[in-house]
């Protein structure tokens, strides 16, 4: 604090003083670094196996024949889903789904074999829990794989027995083929994905809601707001001391996440990274910008944290990931854009996964700058607003003093 309070009054007296407020606050320092950190450090071992295999299935199998096996050893070699047990009835399977033993159930009805070789259509039925939507839909999509397997080499080897050529029988089932090319994640690496995007929504958060925390403890009233206006030696060179910190933490941050994601579990980065890093520093100044406002407009600053925390929280399910934006309806596509968060996603996305040309890129990175230079500005009309007010209050307490 010594080599503080040698420096002049503006803006590197403040941005000293904030790392130093930094050493003396533990929940500030926790807030803005270790909390982001571990949670970065959970996440990264959550998805580093990258892609969910041999979800446990159960199966039922009431015919008992060579095709009803076959069926179960193709189910069980899709890398979605793995036969892990055998029932004897539905009670038995609802009862192990429930459990959590399981997460399907393959039934297999009597005459199965019978009625495919006599060419009626079988139902092969699968029960599977989709309130757990990541793992029931993969399970369903290995059934959805494997079964329509079983049943085409059925009617090629029907055709082939009646003297047809195999390329004859294959083309009458399927007269027009569909190749189907996956452009972007073909791999379907969850961490590709789902961890890149949980990522921007957790730092979102925890920017945000420390943004106002730290803006708070100098803004929450008009004396400490003087006190930051004198170490700044204007009221502009002080703000910008007391964010700019915080921003070379969060850089910091992110670039760990990064580090984890391009370098551990290999996240593909088709574009152009300096574009990425142009979005990542708008992103954390606007969220930053975005718990200063708060900080100024809400009073006390808990209840800023809250407001905070009631608007950002929820911010994963508004960004486009899990449910797409132009599903949603109009307010929750307007939540989801009012969050730097969604804009930085996108910007993010383009660059890694997709590779988009620099032109398409831009419309993103500049609803980013949209949100800082906005964000600012109301700040800084907030601000001047206090000033003046101070100084109105002032000149009536001396005018009120001479007249006396």
């Keep these: 604090m010594t080599g503080v ?3 002049r009054p503006g803006f590197w007296l403040v941005f000293c003083r904030e790392f130093t407020w930094l050493r003396r606050r533990p929940f500030l320092l926790c807030l803005t670094t270790i909390v982001p950190l571990i949670l970065i450090g959970v996440l990264t071992l959550t998805f580093s196996a990258g892609l969910v295999t041999h979800l446990p299935i159960a199966v039922l199998d009431l015919d008992g024949t060579e095709l009803s096996r076959q069926v179960i050893r193709t189910v069980d070699a899709t890398p979605d889903s793995a036969v892990a047990m055998r029932v004897t009835d539905l009670a038995e399977g609802k009862h192990a789904i429930l ?3 399981i997460y399907g159930l393959l039934l297999l009805p009597q005459n199965l074999e019978r009625d495919v070789f006599a060419g009626r259509r079988p139902e092969v039925v699968f029960f599977y829990n989709n309130q757990l939507m990541t793992p029931g839909s993969l399970a369903a999509r290995g059934i959805n794989n494997a079964v329509p397997a079983v049943e085409g080499a059925v009617k090629v080897s029907l055709r082939t027995s009646r003297g047809i050529a195999p390329e004859a029988a294959q083309q009458a089932i399927t007269p027009i083929p569909v190749q189907m090319q996956t452009l972007f994640n073909p791999t379907q690496n969850y961490a590709h994905f789902l961890l890149a995007s949980v990522l921007p929504a957790v730092l979102q958060i925890v920017i945000v809601l420390s943004s106002a925390y730290a803006a708070g403890l100098d803004t929450e009233t008009t004396h400490r707001l003087r006190i930051l206006r004198r170490l700044g030696h204007g009221l502009w060179p002080a703000m910008v001391g007391k964010i700019l910190p915080y921003t070379l933490l969060f850089l910091g941050v992110l670039g760990v996440a990064d ?3 391009f370098g551990t579990l290999e996240l593909p980065l088709r574009g152009n990274p ?8 708008l992103f954390i100044l606007a969220c930053q910008f975005y718990g200063l406002v708060l900080a100024l407009f809400i009073k006390p600053v808990a209840s800023a944290i809250s407001l905070a925390t009631l608007i950002v929280s929820p911010a994963f399910g ?3 990931i899990g449910f797409p934006r132009l599903g949603m309806n109009a307010f929750a596509y307007w939540w989801g854009a009012t969050l730097p968060g969604t804009w930085y996603l996108t910007a993010r996305v383009d660059q890694t996964v997709r590779g988009t040309p620099f032109d398409l890129s831009l419309h993103p990175i500049l609803v980013l ?3 800082v230079i906005g964000l600012a500005l109301v700040a800084g009309v907030k601000l001047e607003f206090v000033r003046r007010e101070t100084e109105r209050h002032k000149r ?8 006396t």
């Excluded at 300096?274 to 520093?281: H, K, R, S």
């Excluded at 009536?396 to 007249?403: H, L, M, N, Q, Y």
């Design 318 to 320: 508004f960004m486009g």
């Design 274 to 281: 300096f574009l990425l890093l142009a979005a990542g520093t």
């Design 396 to 403: 009536d307490v001396r005018a009120v003093g001479i007249g």
């Design 99 to 101: 459990s959590g033993k």
């Design 259 to 261: 580090a984890l994601l």
């Design 369 to 371: 700058l949209a949100f």
């Design 5 to 7: 309070g040698r420096i």
